[in-house]
């Protein structure tokens, strides 16, 4: 099972955004780990509620930031996390309800690899605005 790294690639140069990046990284790993062991449903669950949540509150305070500090390209940012939050429950509920099949984790990665690019670009986009402002 892949592991996904917090790298030099992904510092955006924000203290507050670069921790928050790496407690989600963390949170995704901890799911990721928990369906390869086969954990119960219970401990599952609880991972995954941990995750979604935490993409939330993540999600919010970026927006937050953006919004304070008059962001040119809110609006986009914003419909990526909206749609990013949308699609991780799909994925993550249907984990829940059949476990960790093949499909469903191949889905998780390919999502999760998608948040990765998002902070690779984006966030860093986001990030040398805020360090102008």
Known sequence: MNKYEFTKQLETGNAIIDKEHRELIQAVNQLLEACSKGEGRTSMDATIKF?????????SH??????????PNFTAHKAFHEQYKQTLKQITSSISASGPTIVELGKL???ISMLISHIRTEDKKLAAFLNQV
């Not at 970026?62 to 962001?71: F, G, I, S, V, W």
């Open 51 to 59: 995750l979604n949540n935490y993409v939330e509150l993540h999600f």
């Open 62 to 71: 970026e927006e937050k930031l953006q919004q304070k500090n008059n962001y």
């Open 109 to 111: 990665n390919g999502h």
